[in-house]
């Protein structure tokens, strides 16, 4: 069905219950006029256009009644910061349910709560077309993301999940830890900022055991979970001793790791100094590696040959730390380092002075160095 049908089909499914249709849906519809598969509809909320007049129930009722009706040409729906709830649920169940074309679902930030995510997840049980679900910003809780966790036991097509401050409970995080131990389709799973406390020691355990035998999952986001040095030193020493590990990409912005501990840093300086580390991306922003840490890590770093990206903003890391940080990114043959953030540091004229030769080989920064009247000064942090 092409998208002017769909329009058609839409408005006689809002005049049918005598209501006017949209008219964001209707311009979606109208720029996808002429693509016959994967166009994306995108009804956002946070759009200019919505911000002041978001979608409701029973908007998205119709809308995903309108797409079950018999063909559409989306291949995305994008219906995230509107003022949802549980009147849409069933609708978009039934969607999920037959549905064979939308590929990408993001329902983020729009007042969802557990009811709604066990009626998404009962359609996403016999969907086989969905790769990306986004459901991150819904107060999920307990029920909502136990159900996400139980569906995807016997989901095998879903490949991306968002599940950020959605409230989830330490049980629920260890049953999608152990859930993906044998699912073989997630490769990103973002759980950042479950309940506060809630990444508790059993929950990390989970997840780095699951890390060692799962051979699916590139990405995992356990950001603003409170995680300290011992819950990475868990995860390093189950990647370090599981060499077929997909996992490339870590993000543990927000949390409270210092690099302290010396069993923490003897794990996460043998995973890095491992041949078989596949990690390429790691986000350590905002947590607390201060000079010391930011020390420690830079010798770890020159033993590294698979860091791509590396981000450690916002860790009160100061001169020494800076300056060691910056010989090391300068000095490092062997690897493919070439990516580095570190605003919200303390730069000073010597720490500046530092980073001149990574800067002077191209290395991405976000930052550059200027010189006046003989002192280095840090811009663009």
Not at 262 to 289: M, Q
Not at 323 to 332: K, Q, T, Y
Request: hydrophobic share 45%; net charge negative; aromatic share 4%.
């Amino acid at each position: 069905m092409s998208a002017s049908a769909f329009k058609t089909e839409y408005e006689s499914v809002c005049n049918a219950e005598q209501l006017r249709p949209r008219k964001e849906v209707l311009a979606a519809c109208d720029a996808a006029a002429g693509i016959e598969a994967g166009a994306e509809l995108r009804v956002n909320g946070n759009a200019p256009a919505l911000r002041d007049d978001r979608l409701l129930d029973v908007d998205v009722r119709l809308l995903a009644t309108s797409l079950a009706k018999g063909g559409h040409p989306f291949a995305a729906l994008d219906a995230s910061y509107n003022r949802l709830g549980g009147e849409c649920a069933d609708a978009l169940k039934e969607l999920l349910r037959t549905d064979s074309r939308l590929q990408a679902l993001d329902l983020s930030y729009s007042d969802l709560g557990g009811a709604a995510a066990e009626k998404l997840c009962e359609g996403l049980r016999e969907n086989q077309a969905l790769r990306e679900l986004r459901l991150s910003g819904n107060a999920l809780g307990a029920s909502g993301g136990m159900a996400v966790a139980e569906m995807l036991q016997v989901n095998d097509s879903i490949q991306r999940v968002y599940l950020g401050a959605c409230e989830l409970t330490s049980e629920t995080l260890v049953a999608l830890a152990t859930v993906l131990r044998h699912n073989a389709s997630v490769a990103l799973l973002d759980v950042q900022r479950p309940l506060i406390n809630s990444l508790g020691e059993e929950a990390v355990a989970h997840f780095s055991q699951m890390l060692a035998v799962n051979r699916t999952l590139v990405e995992l986001d356990l950001s603003k979970s409170g995680m300290r040095d011992h819950g990475l030193k868990l995860i390093a020493a189950e990647l370090r001793h599981a060499p077929a590990s997909a996992l490339k990409t870590l993000r543990l912005r927000c949390n409270q790791v210092e690099l302290k501990e010396p069993s923490c840093v003897d794990e996460v300086a043998g995973l890095f100094g491992s041949e078989g580390c596949a990690l390429a991306v790691l986000d350590l922003s905002a947590n607390r590696l201060r000079d010391e840490g930011a020390l420690i890590f830079a010798e770890i770093l020159q033993r590294n040959a698979s860091l791509v990206s590396l981000d450690l903003t916002h860790n009160a890391i100061g001169t020494s730390g800076l300056c060691m940080l910056g010989h090391v990114c300068a000095s490092h043959d062997g690897g493919l380092l070439h990516e580095v953030r570190l605003s919200g540091n303390r730069f000073d004229s010597a720490a500046c002075r530092a980073w001149l030769p990574s800067l002077s080989a191209g290395m991405a920064l976000d930052f550059t160095v200027q010189e006046v009247d003989g002192l280095f000064h840090a811009a663009g942090l």
